[in-house]
């Protein structure tokens, strides 16, 4: 064999193993890929990248944190590969939770692909699209670090990225609510807006209205804008396009808040048709059973409530009542077994060491997010807006 048939058959068995989901060996090949590679070879950063992508996807961030940080120490001075991981590294952090400093990070990669624009004109051309994605992660680290503000600025200039071609908000006033109002009318004024969004950004352009609408909606004082993006989120998920692949993950998640915001304004009419649609989807299309358990407790405790406020019949009250009392225990026995599961994975049922989980704090949040985090994640709801890591997160097979 010559060298070069030795790497093609090492990317082929990788590819393999992540294809049958086997990522600890997949990371334990890159490992052993490592020790045999000598000094200052490029394949060191990217197989440093590969193993802190698949640490992704598992949500092993601090693994992936670690990995992410060989690879940016091996890529100094390559612009390109350096911003990349510095991206991948926000990303980590940011599950993590480490918020300020995933922050940080992302300023600098910001930073970093804005200079080599400017030094090398059309050849970064292609990295226009990745600001967006950055962002969209740095408005998230902005809105836990409780700069709303900050947070609001961030995703519009991911979108007036996203969007280039149809919004210029070069001349738009700080002001966020006149920001968000000028962009809706310039979407109204396009009625072709959608198409002219390249196709391979049309999630992330999604996503970021999405979490737009959520942290307007936090703030309070702007509820009717906030339905104005989680709508405008929903129509380019539901884009009538065959080469846009819809999460469902994401699509429930944003119409739960919409429903949220509906009952809020007393729109209940409104509420009641976005909730029937969550509970008439079909079960397959979730993440898993517990996901979509949960997200049908959620609905037909809503579901009652707008049934009394429409002064609907005893019956169907009692009938959502029914439901949400269902859902609840067949949530709380998905989320036992998925623990058992996971214990016994890792030894530790035969050892004596399960342990009964609490239940309680994983449904008892009725309020979601409108946005949805990487595929990593396997929840369709939580309490905050989230980034889009799965497009980003690829594994290199040269």
């Given at each position: 064999?010559?060298?070069?048939?030795?790497?093609?058959?090492?990317?082929?068995?990788?590819?393999?193993?992540?294809?049958?989901?086997?990522?600890?060996?997949?990371?334990?090949?890159?490992?052993?890929?490592?020790?045999?590679?000598?000094?200052?070879?490029?394949?060191?950063?990217?197989?440093?990248?590969?193993?802190?992508?698949?640490?992704?996807?598992?949500?092993?961030?601090?693994?992936?944190?670690?990995?992410?940080?060989?690879?940016?120490?091996?890529?100094?001075?390559?612009?390109?590969?350096?911003?990349?991981?510095?991206?991948?590294?926000?990303?980590?952090?940011?599950?993590?939770?480490?918020?300020?400093?995933?922050?940080?990070?992302?300023?600098?990669?910001?930073?970093?692909?804005?200079?080599?624009?400017?030094?090398?004109?059309?050849?970064?051309?292609?990295?226009?699209?990745?600001?967006?994605?950055?962002?969209?992660?740095?408005?998230?680290?902005?809105?836990?670090?409780?700069?709303?503000?900050?947070?609001?600025?961030?995703?519009?200039?991911?979108?007036?990225?996203?969007?280039?071609?149809?919004?210029?908000?070069?001349?738009?006033?700080?002001?966020?609510?006149?920001?968000?109002?000028?962009?809706?009318?310039?979407?109204?004024?396009?009625?072709?807006?959608?198409?002219?969004?390249?196709?391979?950004?049309?999630?992330?352009?999604?996503?970021?209205?999405?979490?737009?609408?959520?942290?307007?909606?936090?703030?309070?004082?702007?509820?009717?804008?906030?339905?104005?993006?989680?709508?405008?989120?929903?129509?380019?998920?539901?884009?009538?396009?065959?080469?846009?692949?819809?999460?469902?993950?994401?699509?429930?998640?944003?119409?739960?808040?919409?429903?949220?915001?509906?009952?809020?304004?007393?729109?209940?009419?409104?509420?009641?048709?976005?909730?029937?649609?969550?509970?008439?989807?079909?079960?397959?299309?979730?993440a898993n059973t517990c996901n979509y358990h949960q997200a049908m407790f959620r609905g037909s405790v809503?579901?009652?409530?707008?049934?009394?406020?429409?002064?609907?019949?005893?019956?169907?009250?009692?009938?959502?009542?029914?439901?949400?009392?269902?859902?609840?225990?067949?949530?709380?026995?998905?989320?036992?077994?998925?623990?058992?599961?996971?214990?016994?994975?890792?030894?530790?049922?035969?050892?004596?060491?399960?342990?009964?989980?609490?239940?309680?704090?994983?449904?008892?949040?009725?309020?979601?997010?409108?946005?949805?985090?990487?595929?990593?994640?396997?929840?369709?709801?939580?309490?905050?807006?989230?980034?889009?890591?799965?497009?980003?997160?690829?594994?290199?097979?040269?």
């Amino acid at each position: 064999y010559s060298s070069e048939n030795l790497q093609d058959a090492g990317k082929l068995h990788m590819a393999i193993l992540l294809m049958n989901g086997q990522f600890d060996k997949t990371v334990q090949y890159l490992i052993n890929v490592l020790d045999s590679l000598p000094q200052e070879n490029i394949r060191i950063g990217i197989t440093y990248m590969n193993i802190g992508s698949i640490r992704l996807w598992q949500g092993k961030y601090v693994d992936a944190v670690k990995a992410f940080k060989l690879a940016k120490d091996e890529m100094y001075g390559d612009v390109s590969r350096e911003s990349k991981a510095l991206v991948l590294l926000g990303m980590a952090l940011y599950g993590d939770k480490k918020f300020e400093e995933a922050n940080q990070v992302l300023l600098r990669a910001l930073t970093m692909i804005r200079t080599k624009r400017q030094g090398y004109g059309v050849y970064c051309d292609t990295h226009e699209f990745v600001m967006g994605k950055i962002f969209n992660l740095l408005g998230c680290s902005f809105f836990e670090n409780h700069c709303y503000k900050s947070a609001v600025r961030s995703f519009l200039n991911a979108l007036h990225v996203y969007m280039q071609d149809i919004v210029d908000m070069t001349s738009v006033t700080s002001e966020d609510a006149q920001s968000v109002e000028y962009l809706l009318k310039m979407i109204y004024d396009n009625a072709d807006w959608m198409m002219k969004i390249p196709q391979i950004y049309v999630l992330d352009t999604a996503i970021t209205f999405a979490n737009l609408g959520y942290v307007l909606s936090h703030r309070g004082s702007h509820n009717t804008l906030a339905i104005s993006c989680l709508r405008q989120s929903l129509k380019l998920q539901m884009l009538d396009n065959t080469d846009i692949i819809i999460n469902h993950d994401i699509m429930i998640a944003t119409l739960e808040q919409l429903a949220v915001l509906y009952l809020e304004c007393k729109l209940f009419e409104d509420a009641a048709n976005i909730l029937n649609v969550i509970i008439r989807t079909n079960r397959t299309k979730f993440a898993n059973t517990c996901n979509y358990h949960q997200a049908m407790f959620r609905g037909s405790v809503r579901m009652c409530k707008v049934a009394i406020q429409l002064k609907h019949s005893d019956t169907d009250v009692k009938k959502w009542e029914k439901a949400a009392s269902y859902h609840e225990k067949a949530s709380f026995d998905a989320i036992r077994v998925e623990n058992m599961c996971k214990k016994v994975c890792t030894g530790d049922y035969y050892h004596g060491k399960y342990e009964h989980a609490e239940y309680s704090d994983e449904i008892s949040n009725s309020s979601t997010s409108s946005c949805s985090q990487s595929e990593n994640s396997s929840s369709s709801s939580s309490s905050r807006p989230k980034s889009d890591g799965s497009s980003c997160a690829s594994v290199s097979l040269d």
